[in-house]
């Protein structure tokens, strides 16, 4: 049932309790031994750089993780399923921003976020990474990425009961170029399909007056429509969930020269000055229950807690913008004004619709009997629409949505209105300007949920993601900004780590941000008039039916009270301000950021293969400078 399985009763162990897995220990154990590297953060990038890195039978890596081990547990391997993590203390965070409220779920568990995402696995366009290149990081452009997309990626080719569907709905084509065949994290094509969405593809390319020429949606294009491919495993244990934790730890968990503590909440780097009076990271500082404790690293430390996180920690170790520093009661000892700065999201605005009866939605999977039925074929077949979360997404480009006169006067908006100070920032407003212009470019995705969500409910994901009334299925189409012009930030405002960080999203802070995401509510409200989808759609549930998107301006007011995260934060520790393109953090010896935080600036789409990307590279570049140790 989509209801979340009881905590405890779904053989859910914290590391404690399990001393028969050699990696997994307690706290004495951890502190028994010395490390090469210490991990913080046992999440999508910290678990990839863990296993890489211990590779080598002489290294040791030690892995600090605040959340827990959630390896058998039910709520989290069951793909459909993902709608009941967000929220919940037991998987999630639960992190808020403090203006007007949003949440800002946060996986909090061996895996982190790839362990309660929505499991859509995309890459972002070529121009993407060729853009944080053009930002002065050498070694990130597309070119340089592909090898590390492959190598953290299984491709599970489409089962028999996918076959014979339309090919174009699943474009893969460069499947030997682009896609791995023996990662550590496998992705799939869904096995069930609900009948709307080939019709939603359909009125997308008729609203937008093109055609279907994608080839592989993961070869740097992705503009047009498609069924995503998803983080699940089809050929291992089949119809669960992929992830940092069952790819890059699962299989390890037996290395000798491996250890990971759950539970245990870094609360800062220890740094100390060396002969050349250089702060160095020696260790980290944690806490587990309400005692301290000291762990250290004769190589290097590695941060890897999260766009939220490693910000707090780097800040809790005194190293950041001094004034913030001085706020929160913490020495500065390393002065780096962009720590907790540029910070991005994707900002996502939508709609949601009551389904014509005969369609059936994730929503069915509460009916009693269509869902007792289909999780009877999960358990024995392990597919159908338990093992299938929602795919369908699609990009298209701002360019092609205005005419050229509008193009030229949000260009000139853009210009006029700058918030760019920083040879940094003007940069990156450029290469926006650049990419908007571009009507190839994927500037807006949009998706089917099929689903019910509350889109009036950001601050709260358990209404956000929550059934809808008894008895109705609902869909929700959506849009969202990919390449924002608006920046956020997240810093600490205690020095009591157990305190979450103040996070300023600052979504829409530029209004011609409202503007494009405004001109992609258009098109998409155009795509639910199509008389394509009449069959399928009954009336519009949020904004309510009397409400006009006529003109921009309401369209700009219905997105006001109707936006929400992406979940896809980057840029608060961003390469090449607070980190160097080898991720070492500048000023200090010993430390480098591995996680979604380095992100220079945006990409189009979900981003959890992007940190995959970052942290399989990241592990290479640590091993290529151990030859110095
Ligand atoms: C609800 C949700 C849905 C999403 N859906 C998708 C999707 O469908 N597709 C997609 O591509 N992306 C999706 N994303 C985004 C993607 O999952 C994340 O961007 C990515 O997983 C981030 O990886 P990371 O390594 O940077 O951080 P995380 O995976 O979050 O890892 C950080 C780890 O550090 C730990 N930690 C934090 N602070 C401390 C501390 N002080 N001490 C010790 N440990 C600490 C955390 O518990 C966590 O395990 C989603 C994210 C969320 C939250």
């Known amino acids: 049932m989509l209801s979340a399985t009881k905590n405890g009763a779904n053989g859910h162990t914290n590391g404690v309790n399990c001393r028969s897995k050699l990696a997994l220990c307690t706290v004495d154990e951890f502190l028994a031994q010395s490390y090469d590297y210490l991990i913080i953060g046992g999440g999508t990038a910290g678990l990839c750089v863990a296993a890489r890195l211990t590779e080598d039978p002489n290294v040791t890596v030690g892995v600090l993780e605040g959340g827990e081990n959630r390896l058998d547990d039910k709520n989290v391997l069951t793909p459909s399923l993902f709608p009941t993590l967000p929220g919940r203390p037991e998987y999630d ?103 709307m969405e080939e019709d939603f593809i359909k009125a997308c390319y008729d609203v937008s007056k093109s055609k279907n020429t994608l080839h592989d949606a993961w070869s740097g294009d992705h503009l047009g429509f498609y069924s995503s491919l998803g983080a699940v495993d089809r050929t291992g244990t089949a119809g669960t969930r992929s992830y940092a934790a069952t790819g890059y730890l699962k299989p390890n968990l037996s290395r000798p020269n491996l250890k990971v503590l759950t539970s245990a909440l870094v609360s800062k780097v220890l740094l100390e000055t060396d002969r050349q009076g250089e702060p160095t990271a020696t260790g980290a500082e944690f806490i587990v229950s309400t005692r301290a404790y000291k762990a250290n690293a004769t190589r290097e430390v590695i941060l890897c807690a999260g766009v939220v996180q490693t910000p707090q920690v780097l800040e809790l170790s005194g190293i950041g913008n001094r004034e913030v520093l001085s706020a929160a009661g913490i020495n500065t000892i390393v002065e780096s004004p962009s720590v907790g700065a540029n910070f991005q999201d994707h900002v996502l605005g939508g709609m949601v619709f009551e389904c014509a009866p005969e369609v059936l939605f994730l929503d069915a999977l509460q009916g009693d009997e269509y869902g007792q039925k289909q999780q009877m074929i999960y358990e024995k077949e392990h597919n159908g629409p338990f093992a299938s979360p929602g795919m369908l997404m699609g990009f298209v480009s701002y360019a092609s949505l205005v005419s050229e006169s509008e193009l030229q006067s949000t260009i000139a908006e853009i210009k006029k209105n700058s918030f760019a100070k920083t040879a940094f920032e003007k940069t ?172 220079p600036s945006h990409v189009s789409g979900n981003i959890m293969s992007t940190a995959y990307a970052v942290a399989e590279k990241g592990a290479d570049l640590i091993k290529e400078d151990a030859r110095d140790y």
């Open 93 to 195: 965070w639960i992190m808020e921003t403090g203006n007007k409220v949003y949440s800002m779920p946060r996986g909090k568990m061996l895996g982190g976020s790839s362990g309660i995402n929505y499991l859509m696995y995309v890459r972002g366009s070529r121009r993407d990474y060729d853009s944080w290149r053009a930002l002065g990081n050498e070694g990130w452009g597309w070119d340089d990425l592909v090898p590390y997309f492959k190598k953290h990626q299984t491709l599970d080719l489409p089962t028999d009961k996918v076959k014979g569907l339309d090919p174009q709905l699943m474009p893969h084509a460069a499947a030997d170029k682009y896609h791995g065949t023996n990662g550590p994290i496998h992705t799939s094509f869904n096995d069930f399909r609900i009948p």
């Open 428 to 599: 990156q407003e450029q290469l926006i300007i650049d990419q908007l212009s571009d009507p190839t470019f994927a500037n807006l995705q949009t998706f089917l949920i099929p689903a019910n969500m509350d889109m009036t409910a950001g601050g709260d994901q358990t209404r956000f993601l929550g059934p809808p009334p008894k008895g109705k299925n609902r869909v929700a189409p959506l849009i969202c900004l990919e390449h924002p012009l608006s920046r956020g930030s997240i810093h600490i405002a205690s020095s009591d780590p157990t305190k979450p960080p103040r996070i300023d999203p600052g979504y829409l802070r530029n209004n011609t941000d409202a503007k494009i995401l405004a001109a992609g509510l258009k098109w998409l409200d155009q795509v639910t008039r199509s008389p394509i989808l009449a069959k399928s759609l009954g009336e519009r549930v949020q904004p309510a039916p009397d409400v006009s998107l006529e003109s921009e301006e309401d369209r700009i007011k219905v997105l006001s009270e109707h936006i929400s995260t992406q979940y896809h934060l980057i840029g608060t520790a961003s390469m090449g301000e607070v980190v160097d393109e080898r991720l070492k953090v500048k000023g200090v010896r010993g430390l480098r950021v591995v996680d979604a935080s380095v992100f």
